[in-house]
């Protein structure tokens, strides 16, 4: 079974940063792409950014130049770094990872984490 667990998400104030991290774990042979999404309260969830295994970023317009994401293969694990935040970010995370392929098995699955809380407020 395989597992993303987020952690670094508290309250900030406007202008502040946050690092939120994601760790995989179970028997992972290769991750594709990771990627972070945000869902506000009575809002869809969106995709703010996404990393694939050979460092091809893309993202969302809304956080473009003051986020920025980055992988560690070799700890199946992605950040985002937050800096100049506002109230608008404030929102659940939740990072998930693409096409996971685990030793000694078959096919490949995408995995979601349990997601995060970011509040932006002073």
């Known amino acids: 079974q395989v597992q993303l667990v987020e952690s670094g998400g508290g309250l900030v104030q406007p202008g502040g940063s946050l690092r939120l991290s994601c760790a995989a774990s179970?028997?992972?042979?290769?991750?594709?792409?990771m990627g972070w999404s945000r869902q506000a309260p009575g809002k869809e969830r969106e995709l703010v950014a996404t990393?694939?295994?050979?460092?091809?970023?893309n993202y969302a317009d809304s956080v473009k130049g003051r986020f920025t994401i980055s992988r560690d293969n070799a700890k199946n694990t992605v950040y985002l770094q937050m800096n100049s935040l506002k109230p608008g970010d404030t929102a659940v995370y939740y990072c998930n990872a693409e096409k996971v392929r685990r030793f000694g098995a078959l096919g490949w699955y995408d995995y979601w984490g349990q997601g995060t809380q970011v509040t932006v407020s002073s």
């Open positions: 179970g028997s992972i042979f290769s991750i594709d792409a």
């Open positions: 990393i694939t295994s050979g460092g091809i970023t």
